[in-house]
T-cell receptor
Framework: DAGVIQSPRHEVTEMGQEVTLRCKPISGHDYLFWYRQTMMRGLELLIYFNNNVPIDDSGMPEDRFSAKMPNASFSTLKIQPSEPRDSAVYFC?????????????FGPGTRLTVL | DQQVKQNSPSLSVQEGRISILNCDYTNSMFDYFLWYKKYPAEGPTFLISISSIKDKNEDGRFTVFLNKSAKHLSLHIVPSQPGDSAVYFCAASATDRDDKIIFGKGTRLHILP
């Protein structure tokens, strides 16, 4: 299996622009998680899905952030409009309930820079 | 409100010696604990875990100890090797409540030659 795939790996954009991050989870996994890593806050959970349904979005910073999972093999995290404080590394992870509890498999991340 | 705390941002250990990484948690609902390892430009990878019904779990050079009364866990690496240089994240989950993992901020481990 190719593992969790994220694109793009790097994104540089200007303040006010829309940014879309993409994730393909491991086939057969029924959970998908979006995280953000910053120096100040470490690894924060933004939102997670189970069977394509959003379960908990309490970590989404504000209305500028939205996430969708239209099918079991694809998810997007959108920031509109982007701001410099959104600069971070964004990770997608997937897991399966039958795995050892909550053993999540992470993608390589998308490094976002908002100028 | 940090529910999982890793108070040492970094740690340097001589190759061959023991590395001890510490983690404290505040939420008594947590019943499953994990350690993840992260290399630069890669995502975190699962390393080892422990259920709250145990106080020790060992996997090769890695051992995790859990002290529930102190709400403290530690990861021991013996002997430390150069490839162990990475950021280590402590994480916790309340498996009866939901499927989330709460991560600490991480500790950067440097193994010195």
């Amino acid at each position: 299996d190719a593992g969790v795939i994220q694109s793009p790996r790097h994104e540089v954009t200007e303040m006010g622009q829309e940014v879309t991050l993409r994730c393909k989870p491991i086939s057969g996994h029924d959970y998908l998680f979006w995280y953000r890593q910053t120096m100040m806050r470490g690894l924060e959970l933004l939102i997670y899905f189970n069977n394509n349904v959003p379960i908990d979005d309490s970590g989404m910073p504000e209305d500028r952030f939205s996430a969708k999972m239209p099918n079991a093999s694809f998810s997007t995290l959108k920031i509109q409009p982007s701001e410099p404080r959104d600069s971070a590394v964004y990770f997608c992870a997937s897991s399966h309930r039958r795995l050892p509890y909550n053993e999540q498999f992470f993608g390589p991340g998308t490094r976002l820079t908002v100028l | 409100d940090q529910q999982v705390k890793q108070n040492s941002p970094s740690l340097s250990v001589q190759e061959g010696r023991i590395s001890i990484l510490n983690c404290d948690y505040t939420n008594s609902m947590f019943d499953y604990f994990l350690w993840y390892k992260k290399y630069p430009a890669e995502g975190p990878t699962f390393l080892i875990s422990i259920s709250s019904i145990k106080d020790k779990n060992e996997d090769g050079r890695f051992t995790v100890f859990l002290n529930k009364s102190a709400k403290h866990l530690s990861l021991h690496i013996v002997p430390s090797q150069p490839g162990d240089s990475a950021v280590y994240f402590c994480a916790a989950s309340a498996t009866d409540r939901d499927d989330k993992i709460i991560f600490g901020k991480g500790t950067r481990l440097h193994i010195l030659p």
